[in-house]
């Protein structure tokens, strides 16, 4: 089974699970078609993690997250005033990881040759893919992102976004893909590909070199770990934000939820507080260990969960810690178990929508903006400093039982992504939904920048009850988040997926 965000992702997974290939195959498979086919959500120009489960036993993590140039330092941009890293900078771009992250996944576990895996995507960008309703939607939203004439010569032909049910081609994008499928990782860090990227960048004030794109490599990573309802949730660890699903459930486990001692308003609301203790926490401790430590181990601990459960009352909502953030960023998240019990857990991301819009024009690269992560406060653990990883937003998850795992998922959605994962768990583990059921269950959002956001789907009377809690409701207009999982029942054999509804996207097994 596989569980993408677009179908034809989605389909490309199945055919190379019937043809043979693991569960790995199929993810990198899927994910390139993705970087063609959600240009919005995703591209070869970001970054990736990864939770694998071999076998279905505990998982393994990869890093793929890029680092900052080596002549990034934070005394740079103190000195120039700049106070904090703009997305349609090129200071926004870190050196893009995915790629490396794909050569690395499918030389330890991969099962197929990449000529293989990654010509679908480059067939999509050279003879056309359709353009489904949510990549229209959200190109037409983000049009303005993408009027450098560089970008847009490629995103915007004729001067506009395209519709639904449009053919769009990327042929420099297949090129490049096919350079990869041919020579790996070095056709993207190496030669005319980083050439483009770098003479991009530095054309618009960038401090990246060729050494930068040279040194990028993706690490092999412990995961970390919490319990939830008797079952172990694996997250991949800083500079990564999964260490915020953990706290927040290891703080959720202290009520119960299941029965009908709570309302549904008061399990939001509860949700809602523990966001706002768990990205407090996430915005002063979480970022890069290899430059400065964090204490996982307190993050998770009891103590810290007893003390924000003792500071949570039901009647009232606390204020949130306060920061003015950009929007739901874009990624897309996938999972694939194969016939072996591989389970594999997939997040690939450009970050904000079209990340920094700022295209390579030979290559086809459009630019994540993960650098815009970093702060540029000399001294707070997420400053900016060389070859520096910022703190990151794309976390694939993994909910494992008895040593095995049961269940690869994931929520989209930038900043949201630990709530919804949270959401999610709580869905299905106290409320008994099945994934499907869970992915179409309206969202909430205590966003850090003091406000509850909303979704229209919720029931009238339950906003209303959390607005008289003192929580300051505003309705979003954009989807919260996007979710993939698939439940493997042991037990019987049988897979069952969930797909996201406000994604253009499938869960489609054989």
């Given at each position: 089974m596989?569980?993408?965000?677009?179908?034809?992702?989605?389909l490309?997974?199945?055919?190379?699970?019937?043809?043979g290939?693991?569960?790995v195959?199929a993810?990198?498979?899927?994910?390139?078609?993705?970087?063609?086919?959600?240009?919005?959500?995703?591209?070869?120009?970001?970054?990736c993690?990864?939770?694998?489960?071999?076998?279905?036993g505990?998982?393994?993590?990869?890093?793929?997250?890029?680092?900052?140039p080596?002549?990034?330092?934070v005394e740079?941009?103190?000195?120039?005033?700049?106070?904090?890293?703009?997305i349609?900078?090129?200071?926004a771009?870190?050196?893009?990881?995915?790629?490396?992250?794909?050569?690395?996944?499918?030389?330890r576990?991969?099962t197929?040759?990449?000529?293989?895996?990654l010509?679908p995507a480059?067939?999509?960008?050279?003879e056309?893919?359709?353009?489904?309703?949510?990549?229209?939607h959200?190109?037409?939203?983000?049009?303005?992102k993408?009027?450098?004439?560089?970008?847009?010569?490629?995103?915007l032909p004729?001067?506009?976004?395209?519709?639904?049910?449009d053919?769009m081609?990327?042929?420099?994008?297949?090129?490049?893909?096919?350079?990869?499928?041919?020579e790996?990782?070095?056709?993207?860090?190496?030669?005319?590909?980083?050439?483009?990227i770098?003479?991009?960048?530095?054309s618009?004030?960038?401090?990246?070199?060729?050494?930068?794109?040279?040194?990028?490599?993706?690490?092999?990573v412990?995961?970390?770990?919490?319990t939830?309802?008797g079952?172990?949730?694996?997250?991949?660890?800083?500079?990564?934000?999964?260490?915020v699903?953990?706290?927040?459930?290891r703080?959720?486990?202290?009520?119960?939820?299941?029965?009908?001692?709570?309302s549904e308003?008061?399990?939001?609301h509860?949700?809602a507080?523990?966001?706002?203790?768990?990205?407090?926490?996430?915005?002063?401790?979480?970022?890069?260990?290899?430059h400065?430590?964090?204490?996982?181990a307190?993050l998770?601990?009891?103590?810290?969960?007893?003390?924000?459960?003792?500071?949570i009352?039901?009647?009232r909502?606390r204020?949130?810690?306060?920061?003015?953030?950009v929007?739901?960023?874009?990624t897309?998240y996938l999972c694939v178990?194969?016939?072996?019990g591989?389970?594999?857990s997939?997040?690939?991301?450009?970050?904000?929508?079209?990340?920094?819009?700022?295209?390579?024009?030979?290559?086809g690269v459009?630019?994540?903006n993960?650098?815009t992560?970093?702060?540029?406060?000399?001294g707070h653990?997420n400053?900016?400093?060389?070859?520096k990883r910022?703190?990151?937003?794309?976390?694939?998850a993994m909910?494992?039982?008895?040593?095995r795992a049961?269940m690869p998922?994931?929520?989209?959605?930038?900043h949201?992504?630990?709530?919804?994962?949270?959401?999610?768990?709580?869905?299905?583990l106290?409320?008994?939904?099945d994934p499907q059921?869970?992915?179409?269950?309206?969202?909430?959002f205590?966003?850090?920048?003091?406000?509850?956001?909303v979704e229209?789907?919720?029931?009238?009377?339950?906003?209303?009850d959390?607005?008289?809690?003192?929580?300051?409701?505003?309705?979003?207009?954009v989807?919260?988040?996007?979710c993939?999982?698939?439940?493997i029942?042991?037990?019987r054999?049988?897979?069952i997926?969930?797909?996201?509804?406000?994604?253009?996207?499938?869960?489609?097994g054989?």
């Amino acid at each position: 089974m596989a569980a993408t965000s677009n179908q034809l992702a989605t389909l490309t997974a199945l055919d190379v699970l019937r043809s043979g290939g693991n569960a790995v195959d199929a993810a990198i498979a899927a994910v390139a078609v993705q970087c063609v086919a959600e240009p919005q959500s995703t591209g070869i120009g970001g970054d990736c993690f990864v939770l694998y489960s071999p076998k279905g036993g505990p998982p393994v993590a990869l890093n793929g997250s890029g680092r900052a140039p080596a002549k990034a330092n934070v005394e740079w941009f103190v000195e120039r005033g700049l106070r904090e890293i703009e997305i349609p900078s090129p200071h926004a771009v870190t050196i893009p990881g995915a790629v490396d992250a794909w050569c690395t996944l499918s030389a330890r576990y991969g099962t197929r040759p990449l000529a293989e895996l990654l010509e679908p995507a480059a067939r999509a960008a050279e003879e056309g893919y359709i353009v489904g309703p949510r990549v229209a939607h959200d190109w037409h939203r983000l049009q303005a992102k993408l009027r450098d004439p560089v970008t847009a010569e490629l995103f915007l032909p004729g001067g506009r976004p395209p519709n639904v049910g449009d053919r769009m081609r990327n042929l420099p994008l297949a090129a490049t893909l096919r350079g990869i499928a041919r020579e790996g990782r070095e056709a993207f860090y190496d030669g005319p590909v980083m050439r483009d990227i770098v003479g991009r960048l530095k054309s618009l004030g960038g401090l990246h070199e060729p050494e930068d794109f040279a040194a990028q490599r993706s690490n092999w990573v412990e995961p970390i770990s919490a319990t939830y309802r008797g079952y172990e949730v694996y997250e991949c660890p800083p500079n990564g934000q999964g260490i915020v699903v953990l706290m927040m459930l290891r703080a959720l486990s202290g009520y119960e939820l299941a029965g009908d001692g709570f309302s549904e308003a008061d399990r939001l609301h509860l949700l809602a507080e523990v966001t706002k203790a768990a990205y407090w926490a996430r915005d002063a401790y979480v970022c890069d260990p290899e430059h400065v430590p964090v204490d996982v181990a307190g993050l998770l601990s009891e103590a810290r969960a007893g003390r924000v459960r003792r500071n949570i009352r039901l009647d009232r909502a606390r204020p949130g810690p306060g920061w003015a953030e950009v929007e739901h960023e874009d990624t897309v998240y996938l999972c694939v178990v194969d016939r072996d019990g591989n389970a594999i857990s997939f997040i690939n991301s450009l970050f904000s929508g079209f990340g920094t819009g700022i295209l390579a024009p030979q290559s086809g690269v459009l630019l994540q903006n993960r650098g815009t992560g970093f702060r540029t406060t000399p001294g707070h653990p997420n400053a900016i400093a060389p070859r520096k990883r910022p703190l990151h937003t794309i976390i694939p998850a993994m909910l494992v039982k008895d040593g095995r795992a049961v269940m690869p998922f994931g929520v989209m959605g930038g900043h949201y992504q630990p709530v919804g994962q949270t959401h999610l768990l709580h869905r299905i583990l106290d409320r008994g939904l099945d994934p499907q059921q869970a992915a179409e269950q309206p969202r909430i959002f205590a966003h850090p920048r003091g406000v509850l956001e909303v979704e229209p789907g919720n029931p009238e009377p339950i906003v209303a009850d959390l607005a008289r809690r003192g929580h300051p409701i505003e309705m979003t207009e954009v989807p919260l988040g996007g979710c993939q999982a698939i439940w493997i029942d042991h037990g019987r054999g049988v897979l069952i997926g969930g797909s996201e509804p406000r994604k253009d996207g499938l869960a489609l097994g054989y």
